[in-house]
């Protein structure tokens, strides 16, 4: 992992190719090994919908969504605890966070040829003064990127496999999603698909 100047989006610092394909292999083993403790489900929206991304979690909490509505729980719907956030992802965030605070959760996001993720905030931490440090493994994903306000002007920029982002600052809050992938793009994934983990201090 080589460190070179992201190209910054609207306040979101962008690694592109950060990730050479070892790491990412690498990455991807260790989040296999996590989801086989803690299998990947698919929670409903607020308003009873399943959303498409599947998810788990790792960490001392995972983020969950069901009719209660978006919250981190300290165990996954099994009712076993989360396993531990591999070192190899802790070294992304130590390596492009700006801080020495450990992340409370790396949730792990898989996206399938049709799965997407509406324009949404990244608000139930308890402190935003910590970024949200987003790494994309396999296909590429379109990443749409607004202000503070949902229904201001976006811009979007293709996401690829090894790509690492970071949102703090002034654009810790925006709106953000992904509108569509881009299948078959990648060969890291046996049967394609993206792999997004985001690295979150939640307390």
């Given at each position: 992992?080589?460190?070179?100047?992201?190209l910054?989006?609207?306040?979101?610092?962008?690694?592109?190719?950060?990730l050479?394909?070892?790491?990412?292999?690498?990455?991807?083993?260790?989040?296999?090994a996590?989801t086989?403790?803690?299998p990947?489900?698919?929670?409903?929206?607020?308003?009873?919908?399943?959303?498409s991304?599947?998810?788990s979690?790792?960490?001392?909490?995972g983020?969950?969504?069901?009719?209660?509505?978006?919250?981190?729980?300290?165990?996954?719907?099994?009712?076993?605890?989360?396993?531990?956030?591999?070192?190899?992802?802790?070294?992304?965030?130590?390596?492009?966070?700006?801080?020495?605070?450990q992340?409370?959760?790396c949730?792990?996001?898989?996206?399938?040829?049709?799965?997407?993720?509406g324009?949404?905030?990244?608000?139930?931490?308890?402190?935003?003064?910590?970024?949200?440090v987003?790494?994309?493994l396999?296909?590429?994903g379109?990443?749409?990127?607004?202000?503070?306000?949902?229904?201001?002007?976006?811009?979007?920029?293709?996401?690829s496999?090894?790509?690492?982002?970071?949102?703090?600052?002034a654009?810790?809050?925006?709106y953000?999603?992904?509108?569509?992938i881009?299948f078959?793009?990648?060969?890291?994934?046996?049967?394609n698909g993206?792999i997004?983990?985001?690295?979150?201090?939640?307390?």
């Amino acid at each position: 992992m080589k460190l070179v100047k992201p190209l910054n989006l609207r306040g979101f610092e962008i690694y592109k190719s950060l990730l050479p394909p070892p790491d990412q292999q690498a990455i991807l083993d260790d989040i296999r090994a996590v989801t086989a403790q803690a299998p990947m489900f698919s929670p409903l929206t607020a308003w009873g919908k399943p959303m498409s991304v599947r998810m788990s979690s790792a960490g001392k909490y995972g983020w969950y969504s069901d009719r209660k509505g978006y919250r981190y729980e300290p165990a996954h719907p099994n009712g076993t605890p989360w396993p531990a956030i591999p070192q190899s992802v802790l070294d992304v965030w130590h390596a492009v966070s700006g801080t020495t605070r450990q992340p409370d959760c790396c949730l792990i996001n898989h996206y399938t040829e049709k799965a997407r993720m509406g324009l949404h905030q990244d608000k139930d931490e308890q402190d935003f003064d910590f970024p949200v440090v987003s790494i994309s493994l396999g296909d590429e994903g379109l990443f749409r990127i607004g202000g503070l306000e949902r229904k201001g002007k976006t811009e979007s920029i293709w996401l690829s496999s090894g790509d690492v982002c970071v949102m703090g600052g002034a654009a810790r809050l925006a709106y953000h999603g992904i509108d569509r992938i881009r299948f078959g793009s990648s060969g890291l994934l046996k049967n394609n698909g993206r792999i997004n983990l985001t690295l979150r201090v939640v307390d």
